[in-house]
C-alpha cells in the first residue's frame, strides 16, 4: 500500500495569523490608551467644576461679608479697608462663578430668557456700583443704605445655593461623579435665575465709563 504524505501546512497560514494576533494586541492597546485618556479628561474637567464652585463660595461669603461691613460703616477708612477685601475678590474668585455656570450650560443646556444677565455682567456692575458707594466722609446716604441692603440679600441667596455644594476633596472618584451627579447644575442655574431677578443690578450713580474700567481692569 501507498502511504499517505503528511498534509504540508503553508507557512502564509502562520504569518497571517501571527498579523492577526498582532494586530488585536495593537487594537486592544489603543482602545484602552483612549479609554484612559478619555477618564482623565474627565477627572480633569471634574477638578475645574469642584475647584470653581470652592472659588464661588469664596466669591460669595467674601462680597456679602464685606458689603456687611460697609452697610455697618461709620468712616471712610473702614470703607476704604473693606472695599480692599472686596477688589481682591472681584479680581479673583469671583471668575470661579463664570466657569461654574459655563460648564453647567455644557453639561445641561437649557432654555434660558433671551435678555439673560450672565454672571460676567452682573458682577461687573456689582463691583462698580460698590466702588463708588460710600468715597465720602460721614454715614451713608440712604440710596447708599439701600443699594447696599440689595447686594446683602442677593449675595446671601447666592451663598445659601453654593453652600449646599458640599463636595470637600477633589479625588478622581468626587471628579468623576460631577457627570453623574449634576445637583450643582441645578445650584448654577438657581444663581443664574438670582442675578436676574433685579431689574437692574447697577447704583443709580455708576456711570458707563466706571463700567468700561472694570472690564478693562
Not at 497560514?13 to 479609554?35: D, E, I
Request: no cysteine; charged share 25%.
Amino acid at each position: 500500500m501507498q502511504e499517505e504524505q503528511p498534509v504540508k501546512r503553508s507557512w502564509f497560514t502562520g504569518v497571517v495569523v501571527v498579523l492577526l494576533v498582532a494586530s488585536m494586541t495593537y487594537n486592544m492597546f489603543l482602545f484602552s490608551q483612549k479609554l484612559h485618556s478619555d477618564q482623565r479628561e474627565r477627572v480633569e474637567a471634574g477638578e475645574r467644576i469642584i475647584h470653581a464652585a470652592w472659588d464661588t463660595k469664596l466669591y460669595a461669603e467674601t462680597i456679602l461679608s464685606q458689603t456687611q461691613t460697609l452697610m455697618a460703616s461709620s468712616s471712610l477708612e473702614e470703607r476704604i479697608m473693606a472695599k480692599q477685601e472686596l477688589s481682591y475678590a472681584f479680581g479673583n474668585s469671583a471668575q470661579g462663578l463664570q466657569d461654574l455656570i459655563v460648564a453647567a450650560q455644557e453639561q445641561e443646556p437649557r432654555d434660558l430668557p433671551s435678555q439673560l444677565r450672565d454672571a460676567f455682567t452682573f458682577m461687573k456692575e456689582v463691583e462698580a456700583s460698590l466702588r463708588i458707594i460710600g468715597n465720602h466722609e460721614g454715614q451713608l446716604t440712604g440710596p447708599e443704605r439701600a443699594y447696599l441692603a440689595q447686594v446683602e440679600s442677593w449675595y446671601t441667596r447666592l451663598l445659601e445655593e453654593i453652600t449646599a455644594f458640599d463636595v470637600t476633596r477633589a479625588t478622581q472618584q468626587e471628579s468623576l461623579l460631577m457627570f453623574t451627579d449634576t445637583e450643582w447644575v441645578d445650584i448654577a442655574y438657581a444663581m443664574v435665575s438670582i442675578m436676574n431677578e433685579p431689574d437692574t443690578s447697577l447704583y443709580e450713580g455708576v456711570e458707563e465709563s466706571e463700567l468700561e474700567t472694570n472690564t478693562d481692569s
